[in-house]
Structure formats: structure tokens, C-alpha cells
T-cell receptor, first 111, second 118 residues
């Protein structure tokens, strides 16, 4: 069975500091992993994905994510947070069948 | 490209009424998905289409829900009769699958329809 967990409901970080939003997954076979961002009253926007290859994936708006197979994790990172990064972030995993979305982590970047 | 377009943005209706939500996917995309988002259940996949054909409707909660895709540029999700527990944000998403399955391609979401059933 596939599953994805986002252990933190909310992450607070000061502007300019690095940020990490955590995600762990469980899937049989090779995973496809995604991060999406949702701003208020908007749909989810694709940030980045891992299919295969380099463990460090670069995406939109300066975000990147690190795939760690041994820890079954796919944490979202950014070296320097902006207030405008404040939003709801979703991790998603899929195998050969069905996207599974995490419950979301609210990121709050404090000025 | 204008992205995925959903209408209406907000819908308030009374229990028992019919509700129709509309979606225009991105031109050229071959997969279309309907999701529902609630605080309690998060994002749930209701149904998806490939080239206008329904592939998996196992997420449709009840027979009160139905979805159609009469052509490549339009889809509807209908609830009849509506109930208060149907209150949620309904998202349409589309994707273009070049190889493999639709589950390794990014989804492009519309801005959703917020449905309130009183």
C-alpha cells in the first residue's frame, strides 16, 4: 500500500533562514515523489518531482528536495525563506497506481 | 495558457438541490482529474478521465455524484441531490502524460469551486 506522511502541521521560520518541510513515504517499487504548494483560495501548484536520477531535485521558486531512499524521505528545502513562501505545502507519492497526497504542512515565514 | 478553468468559484445551495461544477482543462492535456478537499479528509481523488473516457471512479462517494467529459475541453461534476456533508472545495486538474502512467506526471490544478450546502 502507498502512503505519505507529513509529520508537522505547521513550520515557522524567520525570513532569510533556511527552511525544511518534511515528508516520508511508503510505496512498493520505485516511488514517484512530488511537492505542491497551495496559496489561499487557489489550487495546488506543482513545485518539483523526483522520478529517478539525482537525489537532489531542484524546482520552482528556489525550492529543492532531497530524496533519501534509506530513510524513505523526500524533504523540501530552501536556503533562504521569503515571507511570500508562506503557504500550505503538500507532498505526494505515486507508484504505478494513484497519487496519494499528504495532509499538508502550513509554512509560516516570519518577517 | 490560461490554465485549468473552473466555474463557478463559489456555490451556495440548499440541501436537495442539484449542483453542477464545470471544468475546462489545459488544451492538449489528455488526463483530467476531479478532487475534493476538506479539512477532515484532505485531498481525495473522486474520478479521472483519459482522452474523455472515465478510467477510475472508485473515489466517487455515492451514486449522487456523477461526472462526464463530453469532449476534450470540458468536464462536469454533478451532485444530485446535494447534502450538507458534500460541502468542500472541489478541484479539477489536468495533466499531459508523455510516457508511463498519469501518476508520474505533474498535475495542473484549477482554483477550485467552494461548495456550501445548507
Amino acid at each position: 500500500a502507498q502512503s505519505v506522511a507529513q509529520p508537522e502541521d505547521q513550520v515557522n521560520v524567520a525570513e532569510g533562514n533556511p527552511l525544511t518541510v518534511k515528508c516520508t513515504y511508503s510505496v512498493s517499487g520505485n516511488p514517484y515523489l512530488f511537492w505542491y504548494v497551495q496559496y489561499p483560495n487557489r489550487g495546488l501548484q506543482f513545485l518539483l518531482k523526483y522520478i529517478t536520477g539525482d537525489n537532489l531535485v531542484k524546482g520552482s521558486y528556489g525550492f529543492e528536495a532531497e530524496f533519501n531512499k534509506s530513510q524513505t524521505s523526500f524533504h523540501l528545502k530552501k536556503p533562504s525563506a521569503l515571507v511570500s513562501d508562506s503557504a500550505l505545502y503538500f507532498c505526494a507519492v505515486s507508484g504505478t497506481y494513484k497519487y496519494i497526497f499528504g495532509t499538508g504542512t502550513r509554512l509560516k515565514v516570519l518577517a | 495558457d490560461a490554465g485549468v478553468i473552473q466555474s463557478p468559484r463559489h456555490e451556495v445551495t440548499e440541501m436537495g438541490q442539484e449542483v453542477t461544477l464545470r471544468c475546462k482543462p489545459i488544451s492538449g492535456h489528455d488526463y483530467l482529474f476531479w478532487y475534493r478537499q476538506t479539512m477532515m479528509r484532505g485531498l481525495e481523488l473522486l474520478i479521472y478521465f483519459n482522452n474523455n473516457v472515465p478510467i477510475d471512479d472508485s473515489g466517487m462517494p455515492e451514486d449522487r455524484f456523477s461526472a462526464k467529459m463530453p469532449n476534450a475541453s470540458f468536464s462536469t461534476l454533478k451532485i444530485q441531490p446535494s447534502e450538507p456533508r458534500d460541502s468542500a472545495v472541489y478541484f479539477c486538474a489536468s495533466s499531459l502524460v508523455r510516457t508511463g502512467t498519469p501518476y508520474n506526471s505533474p498535475l495542473h490544478f484549477g482554483n477550485g469551486t467552494r461548495l456550501t450546502v445548507t
